[in-house]
């Protein structure tokens, strides 16, 4: 079972930005899609954005594009979540997951998780 983690997290004025990492235990696979999502304080866990490893094809909650944007380092066997303008309710645990299908908005398709990453917005 490939493990992943998140990194990058933290406290953070509104308006202000970070980016998060996932990396995993082994390399991704071309088959892979990696998604972000995240769980705010009392809710359920919602889609954020995901990416296909072989041709870096994405998805963004329309509530999020242009403010939040994910990418991949083929190299670095590393896949990121740029976020800018951060408001209080980007205040969230945010995980990575691992699935297979592409452009997959529902949690269902995802398989393996992170443990997560705190983000905290502040007023």
Known sequence: ?????????????AGGSLRLSCTASRRFFTS??????????????EFV????????????ADSLKG?????KDNAD????????????EDTAV????????RGAADEMWYRSWGQGT???VSS
């Open 1 to 13: 079972q490939v493990q992943l983690v998140e990194s990058g997290g933290g406290l953070v004025q």
């Open 32 to 45: 892979n899609v990696i998604g972000w999502f995240r769980r705010p304080p009392g809710k359920g866990r």
């Open 49 to 60: 954005a995901t990416i296909a490893w072989r041709d870096g094809y994405t998805r963004t």
């Open 67 to 71: 403010r939040f944007t994910i990418s």
């Open 77 to 88: 066997n590393t896949v990121y979540l740029e976020m800018n303008s951060l408001n209080p």
């Open 94 to 101: 945010y995980y990575c997951a691992l699935g297979s299908t």
């Open 118 to 120: 705190q983000v905290t």
